[in-house]
């Protein structure tokens, strides 16, 4: 989601009102719902907790609520905007700002190692969180945190652990690159247009091992195992088991009989390697539950 400050809202300190009439409607087809309380702005942007000189990008700025607290920050700041218009907008109000005219979903998150202990922060849009977040946590290779307002359902599949109801592909995937951790959750009043649901904000950090030279096997295997989530690891993998796949349930005390959604991220990865993905299986995928910077 992208944010706006509530134009001559009370308690606005730290946070100037934003001439609304020159914006169009927020768009659907972007997922465009503005923040109108800027008590949340700030308690967003503090959860980051920059220190002087971090670089910052911004992902979905949109009207500038986050930006205009972020400007102030003693340190290079970017934003990576889709929207054509608020894009013309965000450079003419925030210059000292870098303005990134892009996609998330299609940018080259690669560059990112340019910019050493960067934090990337943004209030991202219900139909493209997943799937972005799947590329961001994966292929950014030098970051120092990840804060994102999320739907809370998404927030709690992104800290999920092994066993429990919302632990999925999307949780085993992550959690094979970053820690994750729920920080608050964000009621729907405080948007317009109101979202029917809550939103949450979720915080990532990098694991000191994560599973960037296993990525395109533990894209195969979460792709494979979750997509058959309620039947048994033998079942679903009846086509793949090996005399190398028995040796690692013994190993690790697997039973044939467990469901992935019992098995950690560092069980998926240890199998993913075990596996043998072969004849173009062992492609990098998209997040199967949902199908360069200045």
Request: aromatic share 8%; glycine share 8%.
């Amino acid at each position: 989601m992208t944010v706006v400050p509530s134009a001559g809202s009370n308690g606005n300190a730290g946070c100037p009102a934003v001439d609304r009439s020159s914006f169009f409607a927020p768009k659907r087809s972007l997922g465009q719902n503005f923040l109108s309380d800027p008590n949340i702005c700030r308690r967003i942007v503090a959860s980051l907790e920059l220190a002087p000189g971090d670089p910052v990008l911004e992902i979905g700025p949109g009207r500038g609520a986050l930006t205009r607290i972020l400007a102030g920050h003693d340190g290079p700041v970017m934003a990576l905007e889709k929207d054509s218009e608020l894009v013309t907008w965000i450079k003419a109000e925030f210059p000292a700002v870098g303005v990134v005219h892009a996609d998330g979903l299609d940018f080259c998150w690669e560059g990112t190692r340019r910019l050493p202990g960067l934090s990337l922060i943004g209030n991202l849009p219900y139909n493209v969180a997943s799937p972005m977040i799947w590329e961001m946590v994966s292929r950014c290779r030098s970051f120092r945190s990840m804060l994102f307002m999320v739907q809370k359902e998404v927030a709690l599949r992104l800290t999920a652990k092994e066993g429990s109801r919302t632990y999925g592909a999307l949780s085993a995937w992550v959690g094979n690159f970053v820690r994750g951790e729920y920080v608050f959750t964000v009621p729907p009043h405080v948007f317009r247009p109101q979202p029917k649901v809550d939103s949450a904000i979720v915080r990532f950090l990098p694991r000191p091992d994560p599973a960037w030279e296993d990525a395109a096997a533990l894209s195969w295997t979460v792709k494979i195992l979750f997509q058959q989530r309620r039947k048994q690891l033998g079942t679903i993998l009846k086509a793949h088991w090996s005399e190398a796949v028995e040796t690692w349930c013994g190993e690790r005390g697997v039973d044939r009989r467990v469901r992935p959604e019992e098995l950690s991220p560092d069980a998926l990865r240890s199998l993913a390697r075990v596996l043998d993905p072969k004849n173009g299986a062992a492609k990098s995928v998209k997040c199967p539950s949902e199908q360069g910077l200045p």
